[in-house]
């Protein structure tokens, strides 16, 4: 790694180094503006006209009527502009303005036993009364200057909204840039397959992320090309084995033992059996199937009567019709693995299809000796054969047919999974995503 990488901001680290630089500057700008605004070394403003009438009502108040004259005096030389005077009674004139903003910044500095009137405006200015307990009047200019900051109006409270609303904006700035790469790079592995059919994990976002993309990338493609070359490999085996084993079937017939006969066509039709069933397992270069609306309820129907017609006790449960989108051949080729299975190890057979909301749900229940807990999820493992109840001889398969059928379930985005089956016998339920709405019929 290079010497200040980190600070890079297409790297994760450098983004989030950027967001918290961000904050601690954001933080120091709030700090230093409520500093700025409530200073304690900052000299107090003068006194207004309405704190300094205030001041004198409260002054001549305390004082005796007869030193009265002599402070007000002293208060008109300190408070020129003030123009405070001693009203007789019925020498002034009140006005109908009871509550301006005048007269509360006069009432803000007295209480409730000094009595505030606005008087007569003369040439433009206000003048405000103040009746003292004693009955005494004074007057003085109360200038209508302006209005006290508000609590929301302040300059500090706007440059603490503007801070809050930056950081939000910052941390949801963030959250996206490093949250969303993360988000999509998920959602594209989640679909990460060997099909073709997905795209490729898109390589944008913070450096890391875009390096891990495009060597994930590079690792599809490799392994996309190992699996073609094993596909082709298998296809040449598969063509090379398929001619001896016709041949030597073909002189199978010319044996004249019957029983070695019928033991030499057995083994050669189980070699072709399984060499079919690996290629189904292993086939990947096939053309994906295309995904139309299926009638799935006539498919299993269709099934359950072909196993019929073979003289197995097969049967189906389930809605008359019921349509949703799927892979037609895939999930005919599944379900008949299951049903293969079955029949190998019950006397009788029921395939069920219930269909409820977004998920369909098919069930393939036997009442052969089922298989133990410890062994079900094994069994979904290719090449894997039951317990001593379900061994294998000319009847049974080679273990791939569940393992058939869960590649399927997995490739319509559902699952396969084994149940027990009340008193005995074995539940394949597999369960796959309802596309479209399913359509229904009694």
Known sequence: MTPFRF???????????????????ALHL??????????PDRAEPPPDAAHQLADAALLLNGTDASERPRILANIVRAFPKAGIELLAPGT?????????????????????????????????????????????????????GPHPPRFWGGPWMITLLFALISVTMLGLWAAYALAAPLSSFARAAENFSLDGTADPLPERGP????????????????????MSDRTRMLAAISHDLRTPITRLRLRAEFIEDEGNRRRMLIDLDQMRSMLESVLSLLRNDRK????????????????????GDMGHAVHYDGPASATAAARPDDLHRGVTNLVENAVRFGAEVTIRLDVSGTRLVI???????GISDARKQEMLEPFARGDDARTMDEHTGFGLGLSIARAIAIAHGGELSLHDRAPHGLIVRMQLPVWQQPRRAA
Do not use: W
């Open 207 to 226: 450096e890391e992320i875009r390096s891990v993309a495009r060597a994930l990338n590079r690792m599809h493609e490799r392994i996309a090309r190992l």
């Open 30 to 39: 709030i700090l230093t503006a409520s500093f700025l605004i409530s200073r």
């Open 363 to 369: 069930d393939v229940e036997d009442d052969g000796p």
């Open 288 to 307: 994906i199937e295309a995904v139309t609306l299926v009638d799935i309820a006539s498919t299993l129907q269709v099934i359950a009567d072909q196993f």
């Open 92 to 144: 002034f004139s009140v006005a109908d303005d009871r509550d301006g903003p005048h007269l509360r910044n006069v009432r803000r500095h007295l209480g409730h036993q000094y009595k505030v009137i606005a008087l007569a405006p003369n040439l433009g200015v206000h003048r405000v009364a103040v009746e003292l307990p004693d009955g005494s009047v004074i007057a003085g200019r109360v200038e209508q």
């Open 7 to 25: 600070f890079h901001l297409k790297s994760i680290g450098g983004q989030i180094a950027a967001l918290v630089v961000a904050s601690i500057v």
